[in-house]
């Protein structure tokens, strides 16, 4: 787009870099001094894992096949120690 199609556009450009550091130090500031980023990870696993336990077989072949479209991350996935 060169200037003489849009004379009454004024460019406008807006850096964000502080305002995310900013966004950063606050969520650090909220988190207990005590925060285990360990033990929340180990809780949601388990959380993930108690989830999809006990599925009857339709509801296993409904699972895997979310699991093969991509719309589902594996049982396995996102776990470090499984790699």
Do not use: C
């Amino acid at each position: 787009m060169d200037d003489t199609s849009a004379p009454d556009l004024v460019p406008f450009s807006i850096d964000l870099t502080r305002e995310e550091a900013r966004r950063r130090a606050e969520v650090l500031a909220a988190l207990e001094p005590d925060w285990d980023p360990v033990a929340a990870l180990r809780s949601e696993e388990a959380a993930h894992t108690l989830l999809y336990s006990g599925l009857d077989e339709e509801q296993e072949r409904t699972y895997a096949m979310l699991v093969a479209a991509g719309v589902l991350p594996g049982r396995d996935e996102g776990d470090a120690t499984s790699h």
